[in-house]
């Protein structure tokens, strides 16, 4: 048990459409990241949150991707207009603070057909 | 450019023998690394850390060490167990913002 959940695990849609997924983390940790994976790649950053800010976005993240983290619990995850591109793992991981260890929920799978 | 290197993509070893994965960095100015451990259709799991003020920590059968001069740093795994193939991956802290992936050594453990 790593500390976070997100939902669905798995999602597939089609071109254009859009998508949300959900990260909860069991308790209130201080922050919150977002990464995404594709094959034969490491986890890429796309953003994260200490308590409700969103304090840092990765260029990886369009004007398609929007995050939130009201009242500093669960973050979801919204990717407008899907592309195939975006077909991928996101994950969701905590840490109690800075250079601190990162402990990552099971991920969502995307699949854009 | 990849700030994070793995270079094998693949590490086949007989169980009971040691596995070591490699990792280089670019940047001399990461202080604090580590190593995650990822089944297909899980998310990476936290295996062992090293900040630079050390060379070498241990945990069981994983033993992570760094070398700064060389920007390089390994993990050892002794004895390897089949349960151990997996991916995995090297971190490292990018300025207390996020972590930096390597793109991951599948590491295959034969009985």
């Known amino acids: 048990d790593t500390g976070v959940s997100q939902d669905p695990r798995h999602k597939i849609t089609k071109r254009g459409q859009n998508v949300t997924f959900r990260c909860d983390p069991i308790s209130e940790h201080n922050r919150l990241y977002w990464y995404r994976q594709t094959l034969g790649q490491g986890p890429e950053f796309l953003t994260y949150?200490?308590?409700?800010?969103?304090?840092?976005k990765s260029r990886l993240l369009s004007d398609r991707f929007s995050a939130e983290r009201p009242k500093g619990s669960f973050s979801t995850l919204e990717i407008q207009r899907t592309e195939q591109g975006d077909s991928a793992m996101y994950l969701c991981?905590?840490?109690?603070?800075?250079?601190?260890?990162?402990?990552f929920g099971p991920g969502t799978r995307l699949l854009v057909l | 450019d990849q700030q994070v290197k793995q270079n094998s993509p693949s590490l086949s070893v007989q169980e009971g023998r040691i596995s070591i994965l490699n990792c280089d960095y670019t940047?001399?100015?990461?202080?604090?690394f580590l190593w995650y451990k990822k089944y297909p259709a899980e998310g990476p799991t936290f295996l062992i850390s090293i900040s630079s003020i050390k060379d070498k920590n241990e945990d069981g059968r994983f033993t992570v060490f760094l070398n700064k001069s060389a920007k390089h740093l390994s993990l050892h795994i002794v004895p390897s167990q089949p349960g151990d193939s997996a991916v995995y991956f090297c971190?490292?802290?990018?300025?207390?913002?996020?972590?930096?992936f390597g793109p991951g050594t599948r590491l295959s453990v034969l009985p």
């Open positions: 949150f200490q308590n409700e800010a969103q304090l840092e």
């Open positions: 940047n001399s100015m990461f202080d604090y």
């Open positions: 991981a905590w840490t109690s603070g800075r250079r601190e260890t990162q402990y």
């Open positions: 971190a490292v802290d990018n300025y207390g913002q996020n972590f930096v």
